[in-house]
């Protein structure tokens, strides 16, 4: 089992939808977890920090389900501009506080 | 804010040259620096770690003889790429932690830079 797993997508949906990501990790006991945001031929940008009370930024909420082992991102509103990856990234425990990051979900939002 | 730069932003080179790439942070002093390499439509593969000052803890199957790395500063680390291959074109993208910055974990991410062996 991977690390870190995600729905590669593509997900297409229309401005003004509301989509929603999944991503398992096999790592109990992983304490850190992140959404990042990539566009096409960039870096990865952080898009939020995942707690363990879930957390809203504007359109943005984010869920983490350690019971289940997967985190969760809902956007609303959906605008062209969140066309996107979206990675999924989880801390390995152990030295160095390393991350792992996810294959990302492919988003595509049409006008 | 927290910003990383990279140079150069690409290059192209021929089979069998070495490669540096340099990855600085501008504003901060950075405790911990990552190297990745990502492949199109793949994610992004941590190749090695790096603190200032020690060796490079490098990931399983990165060779640490052909990745050479070197982290002499708290705001630089260099990874150059020796006898480079085809194979090793790719998009190398380094990042840097700090305890001052960010959330517990949160790594910032330089530019990237898209390396082409001929």
């Known amino acids: 089992r991977k690390e870190v797993e995600q729905d590669p997508g593509p997900f297409n949906v229309p401005e003004g939808a509301t989509v929603a990501f999944n991503c398992t990790y096999s790592?109990?006991?992983?304490?850190?977890f992140f959404w990042y945001r990539q566009d096409c031929r960039k870096e990865p940008k952080l898009l939020m920090s995942?707690?363990?009370s879930g957390n809203e930024d504007g359109r943005f909420t984010a869920q983490l389900n350690r019971a289940s082992q997967y985190i969760s991102l809902l956007i609303r509103d959906s605008k062209l501009s969140d066309s996107a990856t979206y990675l999924c990234?989880?801390?390995?425990?152990?030295?160095?506080?390393?991350?792992?990051f996810g294959t990302g979900t492919k988003l595509q939002v049409i006008p | 804010g927290a910003v990383v730069s990279q140079h150069p932003s690409w290059v192209i080179c021929k089979s069998g040259t070495s490669v540096k790439i340099e990855c600085r942070s501008l504003d901060f002093q950075a405790t911990t620096m990552f190297w990745y390499r990502q492949f199109p439509k793949q994610s992004l593969m941590l190749m090695a770690t790096s603190n200032e000052g020690s060796k490079a803890t490098y990931e399983q199957g990165v060779e640490k003889d052909k990745f050479l790395i070197n982290h002499a500063s708290l705001t630089l680390s260099t990874l150059t790429v020796t006898s480079a291959h085809p194979e090793d074109s790719s998009f190398y993208i380094c990042?840097?932690?700090?305890?001052?910055?960010?959330?517990?974990?949160?790594?910032?991410f330089g530019p990237g830079t898209r390396l082409t062996v001929l």
């Open positions: 990042s840097a932690k700090s305890s001052g910055k960010g959330t517990y974990n949160e790594q910032f």
């Open positions: 990234v989880v801390n390995s425990p152990g030295g160095y506080q390393k991350v792992t």
């Open positions: 790592n109990s006991a992983s304490q850190s």
């Open positions: 995942v707690y363990s």
